[in-house]
């Protein structure tokens, strides 16, 4: 009877369909009035892409995210719309390989293009902080559309044991595009402390 259920639950397994293994996972779904739905993707060939559906239909664009090394992976992603409507600013953390005794690592980096749809160079950041162990959440990715501004908020921790809140921002998109060296200012760098 036991042989009989496995060959049941096998032939189950059989015939469900599998995703390719190169099947793109979404990291965010948004709703940008001048683009339309905004998705943020990952897949093994293409470590991060914005597919942007809208009324000039659907467009996949690949979105750089420098130099990382074999095994990587992009964990976490938040898109915003910046430069005077017609730009996206992506900021992303990977997950880097480690080894048993290190674990992994993560690190924080922002794309930027000053074109969108019109298929602009984009930009990649240095990271924004020392590779970790201990990753910030990439709480919010705000950018004054109609002006030249962005601003990415990180966290770490929890309220009821303490975070520690990163805000940092960008005055001019426009400048950091033809110089992703240039670092962001730090708004803010608050550490709470734990409980309410």
Do not use: N
Request: aromatic residues 6%; proline residues 9%; charged residues 25%.
């Amino acid at each position: 009877m036991k042989s009989l259920a496995a060959a049941a639950v096998s032939l189950a397994l059989i015939g469900a369909p599998q995703e390719p293994a190169d099947a793109p996972r979404r990291l965010e779904l948004s709703w940008i009035p001048d683009y339309g739905l905004v998705e943020v993707l990952t897949s093994p060939s293409r470590p991060l892409a914005v597919r942007v559906t809208g009324e000039q239909g659907e467009r996949l664009v690949p979105v750089p995210v420098g130099e990382l090394p074999p095994g990587a992976r992009i964990v976490e992603a938040r898109a915003a719309q910046a430069i005077l409507r017609e730009g996206l600013v992506v900021a992303f953390r990977a997950e880097l390989p480690g080894t048993e005794a290190d674990g992994r690592v993560h690190t924080h980096r922002w794309s930027l293009t000053r074109e969108l749809l019109q298929g602009g160079e984009w930009t990649v950041s240095p990271d924004l902080f020392p590779p970790t162990a201990d990753p910030f959440r990439i709480v919010e990715v705000h950018a004054d559309a109609d002006k030249d501004t962005f601003e990415i908020t990180f966290r770490r921790g929890t309220a009821w044991h303490g975070f520690e809140e990163r805000i940092l921002a960008d005055e001019c998109g426009g400048v950091s595009a033809r110089d992703p060296a240039r670092r962001l200012y730090e708004v803010t760098g608050l550490t709470r402390p734990s409980g309410r």
